[in-house]
T-cell receptor, first 113, second 117 residues
Framework: AQTVTQSQPEMSVQEAETVTLSCTYD???????LFWYKQPPSRQMILVIR??????QNATENRFSVNFQKAAKSFSLKISDSQLGDAAMYFC??????????FGRGTSLIVHP | GAVVSQHPSRVICKSGTSVKIECRSL??????MFWYRQFPKQSLMLMAT?????????EQGVEKDKFLINHASLTLSTLTVTSAHPEDSSFYIC?????????????FGPGTRLTVL
């Protein structure tokens, strides 16, 4: 079974600074998808960024980028120019051939003004 | 992006009663929907995979007779918590993805907070 590990229960960052959230996963599959989802205080989950495992190029979405290391099974999220609205729980997720998502335990991001 | 709705957003019920939660895909058809349970400051725990026109697939440890799932149409899945007890109080979330998409982004409902007194 696949597992997703987020080793940072909580992270803090100053507004306008950069923060990196860690995620590692374990799988025997070669083809899969990785996601970062954000859950703000409203509890509505939304997609931040996704990465297809067959793509070597790291995904970027405006201030959000990932560092995907397939051999190391690592998928970290970098948030640049952090904003107060970035404060939320962030979940790393894996989806492979079963098309059933597996989530990490989440990292709570605190943004200080 | 695609929209998934849930109803009700919050419900309070007495112990022993049943509660139905609806999950609808508003602008796409979903052959598969997922139901999760989330405790405060914890991750999403997958409860079951809801399959349109067939029986749901439950995760290990989830009672099928307690958490009834029906996926009668391509846009609606329902989760019924039968004979609810205070320990069933939680935040329930559904999600769906768009069939045929070349990536499997999940679109989430806004969640339902269930409180059993």
């Amino acid at each position: 079974a696949q597992t997703v590990t987020q080793s940072q229960p909580e992270m803090s960052v100053q507004e306008a600074e950069t923060v990196t959230l860690s995620c590692t996963y374990d799988t025997s599959e070669s083809d899969y998808y990785l996601f970062w989802y954000k859950q703000p205080p409203s509890r509505q989950m939304i997609l931040v960024i996704r990465q297809e495992a067959y793509k070597q190029q790291n995904a970027t979405e405006n201030r959000f980028s990932v560092n995907f290391q397939k051999a190391a099974k690592s998928f970290s999220l970098k948030i640049s120019d952090s904003q107060l609205g970035d404060a939320a729980m962030y979940f790393c997720a894996y989806e492979g051939g079963s098309y059933i998502p597996t989530f990490g335990r989440g990292t709570s991001l605190i943004v200080h003004p | 992006g695609a929209v998934v709705s849930q109803h009700p957003s919050r419900v309070i019920c007495k112990s022993g009663t049943s509660v139905k939660i609806e999950c609808r895909s508003l602008d796409f058809q979903a052959t598969t929907m997922f139901w999760y349970r989330q405790f405060p400051k914890q991750s999403l725990m997958l409860m079951a995979t809801s399959n349109e026109g067939s029986k749901a697939t439950y995760e290990q440890g989830v009672e099928k007779d307690k958490f009834l799932i029906n996926h009668a149409s391509l846009t609606l899945s329902t989760l019924t918590v039968t004979s609810a007890h205070p320990e069933d109080s939680s935040f329930y979330i559904c999600s769906a993805n768009i069939p045929g998409q070349n990536y499997n982004e999940q679109f989430f409902g806004p969640g339902t907070r269930l409180t059993v007194l």
